[in-house]
T-cell receptor, first 110, second 114 residues
Framework: LAKTTQPISMDSYEGQEVNITCSHN???????ITWYQQFPSQGPRFIIQ???TKVTNEVASLFIPADRKSSTLSLPRVSLSDTAVYYC???????????FGQGTTLQVKP | NAGVTQTPKFQVLKTGQSMTLQCAQD?????MYWYRQDPGMGLRLIYY???????DKGEVPNGYNVSRLNKREFSLRLESAAPSQTSVYFC?????????????FGEGSWLTVV
C-alpha cells in the first residue's frame, strides 16, 4: 500500500489559490490518486481523482507529474467555506484496503 | 436515495458494555468499510469487506468484530467497550468495479465510553 505524506496544516486568505501537495513515493502502477474534503462533524466527501497528468472539475484541479510520486490539489480562489481537512488517498480499485494519510488542515482567513 | 446510513448517531457506553453499530448502503456497492476518527486525528481503517461474504482487518482491528450481513449491511461490534474506543465511527462503501478510490461515507456515529 502506498503511504502518503502531506503538510499538517496550511493557511490562506480568501480569493487566493491554494495548492496542497501529497507525496506517494511507492505508488503502484494501477493506483489512482483521490482527494477528499472533510468538514468538522461530517464524513469525508470526494473532491477529485486522477491517474496521470491533469484533471479538472468544477471545484478543483489535480496535477500529477509523469513519475506519479506526488500530486497537487489546486483550489482556485478559496473562500471561508473551504476551511476543512483535505486527504490524499492512493490505492487501486481492486485492493479493497484503503488507508488514509494524516490529512492537511486548511484554514482560510478573511 | 439515502446513500450510506449509520445508526445510532450518538451512544454513551459504560466500560465493559457491548454494542453494535449498524451500517447500510443503498447504492449496490460491493465494498464496505469501517473507520474511526479520534478528536483532531485522521481516519484509521478498522475493518473492511471487499465483497459480500468476506471481511478483512484494517489498521486497528483489536477490540472490534464485524459482520457483512448481506450486500447492503456491514455492522461493527464492540464486545467489551473501553474508554480508548471513544471516537467517531464512519462507515463507507465503494462502487463495484470502479477503478480508483471513490468511496462514500456515512454521517458518522459518535461513541463515548465512560
Amino acid at each position: 500500500l502506498a503511504k502518503t505524506t502531506q503538510p499538517i496544516s496550511m493557511d490562506s486568505y480568501e480569493g487566493q489559490e491554494v495548492n496542497i501537495t501529497c507525496s506517494h513515493n511507492n505508488i503502484a502502477t494501477n493506483d489512482y490518486i483521490t482527494w477528499y474534503q472533510q468538514f468538522p462533524s461530517q464524513g469525508p466527501r470526494f473532491i477529485i481523482q486522477g491517474y496521470k497528468t491533469k484533471v479538472t472539475n468544477e471545484v478543483a484541479s489535480l496535477f500529477i507529474p509523469a513519475d506519479r510520486k506526488s500530486s497537487t490539489l489546486s483550489l482556485p480562489r478559496v473562500s471561508l467555506s473551504d476551511t476543512a481537512v483535505y486527504y490524499c488517498l492512493v490505492g487501486a480499485g481492486n485492493t479493497g484496503k484503503l488507508i488514509f494519510g494524516q490529512g492537511t488542515t486548511l484554514q482560510v482567513k478573511p | 436515495n439515502a446513500g450510506v446510513t449509520q445508526t445510532p448517531k450518538f451512544q454513551v457506553l459504560k466500560t465493559g458494555q457491548s454494542m453494535t453499530l449498524q451500517c447500510a448502503q443503498d447504492m449496490n456497492h460491493n465494498s464496505m468499510y469501517w473507520y474511526r476518527q479520534d478528536p483532531g486525528m485522521g481516519l484509521r481503517l478498522i475493518y473492511y469487506s471487499a465483497s459480500e461474504g468476506t471481511t478483512d482487518k484494517g489498521e486497528v482491528p483489536n477490540g472490534y468484530n464485524v459482520s457483512r450481513l448481506n450486500k447492503r449491511e456491514f455492522s461493527l461490534r464492540l464486545e467489551s467497550a473501553a474508554p480508548s474506543q471513544t471516537s467517531v465511527y464512519f462507515c463507507a462503501s465503494r462502487w463495484p468495479g470502479e477503478t480508483g478510490n471513490t468511496i462514500y461515507f456515512g454521517e458518522g456515529s459518535w461513541l463515548t465510553v465512560v
